[in-house]
């Protein structure tokens, strides 16, 4: 089989699973694991394809949750319409920390995105709108296009797996496509893409936008899921997870992030109420061993070891 | 009463006061963040964990063994700095070849495990920590009340910022420092043991993260969930002073831990995100930093 091949088949096998999964696995863990990739993969695009490591992606992810949350239950905007003004609230404040950030590079670009969300972190936390420390509570999941009725947990997670085929096949288009090169290009040799004539901030630009509307979108899709919005969704501990699922799974990698995601969603779930607050512990371990030991991820790995016995191909 | 804008002075000049507390450790822990930056090229995410340790070591040696300010000043800098080491050696060394993004997401993680080790065994509330009995009180200087610890702090600041700064910039050892962080492999070529000369530095900086955080004991609530927020902040510092001059991040953080007293007197709802505020602007005006130089 050739590599776009093998890619396909993995597509299709992703595809039935998402479909049948429900049937099988609770439709709210689901979701909420479905969520987190789609917000992986929209931080990955930004690390693994451009080598942008921001560290403040819970802003987009709770800034949308917020407007979603905020647009449902105040101003009584249909469900479908809250989740794109959630989206396009994540992508406004995306182009104002783009446009500060990718002014430095490296590990400053970390720094000031991780300061500018702790930034929109305390406005949350003051501004009358988001319910301070109790947070945005009984959003109503409503109805999609005034017929579908998402209060089904069922009908609802197929949304959401629609959504997140949406965003995931966004991302591997922008990938596969002339930009995506160009933005691997930067990642590789910055120097180098500016000395080819590429205006490499306007590359970083729209990937930056691109990714905050995309991880907006999983942020007010996890908003509709879960029926309310809390502090966690902006703290820093979640712009942390986002990056330990793109690390886990495999920068760069497509699947990469999904497998991540999926792993972490799990393991927190599962471990929450074993080991209470030890759950950071575990999560900055796993941190450790991955920068130690594997730092192409699991996917990465898995690709590496299939190469080496089947051999590489063309 | 005399008031300015409407505020008493003696309230004015006591956050004014306050804030200089607070620049007192912004300065510090950002002063030991650009040094470990310059040799070890790693963004030291772990900084605000070490800071707390300093902190909770300090009121464990008074409550188990009732050992007393003055030698925590002493030993629990000296802990964290040697606990630093086995860090570098066991963890970071093996990073200094790859991206160092990757010293960040480890230091990352590294900061989660002792937070969370913390958390587990003393809990989220704070843990009271007197202040040493010499320093209780306050002078009257007429206009305010000043608190005599807080003075000490600032002092105790300023002589520990000038000493790094003179050791580093005026010693052999700081020769030897710098022309390591210009061009590791001529220096090792001399004869320098440059591995050894790293560690230290790491054991220097977080050390002094642990000596803030021994300071800070008495005056700011000893919990172990301190040095999470600090550190967000301390980074904003750092991104506003640039990280190429070391009394460039004295100066930054003292300044703004100033501003953010002011803030809290003028307009508190703010004193909170002021710093990021601040940094936003800098970003526009001059983004390589106002002591940094564009690399």
Same mark, same amino acid.
């Not at chain 2, 560690?199 to 002094?208: E, K, M, N």
């Given at each position: 089989m050739t590599r776009a091949q093998t890619r396909y088949l993995g597509y299709a096998v992703l595809l039935v699973l998402g479909l049948l999964a429900p049937l099988v696995v609770y439709p709210v863990f689901l979701m909420n694991a479905l969520c987190f990739a789609l917000f992986a993969c929209a931080f990955n695009l930004l690390l693994g394809y451009t080598g942008l490591l921001s560290f403040g992606h819970a802003a987009f992810f709770g800034t949308a949750a917020y407007v979603t949350g905020y647009s449902a239950k105040v101003l009584g905007l249909s469900t479908g319409l809250a989740i794109l003004a959630g989206t396009a609230g994540a992508l406004v404040l995306g182009i104002i920390f783009g446009g500060l950030s990718i002014r430095r590079q490296g590990i400053y670009f970390a720094m000031i995105t991780l300061a500018l969300s702790q930034l929109i972190f305390f406005f949350y936390l003051q501004a009358s709108f988001t319910g301070g420390e109790d947070g945005l509570q009984a959003i109503p999941r409503g109805r999609l296009l005034w017929v579908i009725n998402l209060e089904n947990d069922r009908t609802l997670y197929y949304v959401v797996f629609a959504i997140f085929l949406f965003g995931f096949l966004l991302i591997h288009r922008t990938i596969h496509s002339p930009f995506g090169q160009v933005m691997k290009a930067i990642r590789e040799n910055e120097p180098r893409a500016i000395s080819l004539g590429y205006d490499v901030n306007k590359y970083k630009m729209v990937a930056f936008v691109l990714s905050a509307a995309l991880a907006g979108l999983a942020g007010a899709t996890n908003a509709i899921v879960f029926t309310f919005v809390t502090l966690t969704d902006v703290d820093w501990h979640t712009s942390g997870d986002v990056v330990l699922m793109t690390l886990l799974g495999g920068m760069g990698s497509i699947f990469g992030p999904v497998v991540g995601a999926f792993s972490i969603v799990t393991l927190e779930s599962k471990l929450s109420d074993k080991v209470g607050s030890l759950v950071s512990v575990i999560i900055g371990a796993i941190f450790v061993i991955c920068v130690l030991l594997f730092r192409r991820g699991i996917v990465g790995e898995v690709q590496g070891l299939y190469r080496r016995v089947v051999g590489s191909q063309p | 009463m005399t008031e300015i804008f409407g505020v008493p002075i003696a309230a004015l000049f006591g956050q004014l006061v306050l804030g200089l507390v607070n620049g007192c450790f912004y300065a510090m822990l950002s002063l030991g963040l650009a040094i470990i930056f310059g040799m070890l090229n790693i963004i030291n995410f772990a900084h605000g964990a070490f800071y707390m340790m300093g902190a909770v070591f300090t009121w464990f040696l008074l409550s188990t063994w009732n050992i007393s300010w003055w030698w925590s000043l002493l030993l629990a800098p000296l802990a964290v700095a040697i606990f630093g080491m086995v860090i570098e050696r066991l963890f970071l060394k093996r990073l200094y070849k790859v991206d160092p993004l990757y010293g960040l997401l480890l230091t990352f993680g590294l900061a989660l495990v002792i937070e969370g080790l913390f958390r587990y065994k003393y809990g989220v509330s704070g843990l009271p920590y007197g202040i040493p009995e010499v320093f209780q009180g306050a002078l009257n200087l007429g206009f305010m009340f000043l608190p005599k610890y807080r003075a000490i702090v600032v002092v105790a600041t300023l002589v520990v910022c000038f000493s790094t700064w003179f050791i580093i910039e005026r010693t052999q050892l700081g020769a030897y420092l710098r022309a390591g962080t210009e061009n590791p492999p001529l220096v090792q070529a001399f004869g320098i043991n440059v591995p050894a000369m790293i560690?230290?530095?790491?054991?220097? *900086?977080? *050390?002094?993260a642990g000596l803030a955080g021994v300071l800070a004991a008495p005056t700011l609530q000893v919990s172990p969930l301190m040095g999470s927020n600090l550190i967000i902040v301390v980074f904003a510092v750092v991104v506003i002073g640039g990280m190429g001059s070391i009394l460039?991040?004295?100066?930054? *953080?003292?300044?703004?831990?100033?501003?953010?007293?002011?803030?809290?007197?003028?307009?508190?709802?703010?004193?909170?995100?002021?710093v990021f505020m601040i940094m936003a602007l800098v970003l526009l005006v001059r983004p390589a930093g106002l002591f940094g130089r564009e690399k």
């Open positions: - | 560690t230290l530095t790491y054991a220097i *900086g977080v *050390g002094l460039g991040s004295i100066l930054t *953080g003292l300044g703004l831990g100033l501003i953010e007293g002011l803030t809290k007197v003028f307009y508190s709802q703010a004193s909170n995100t002021v």
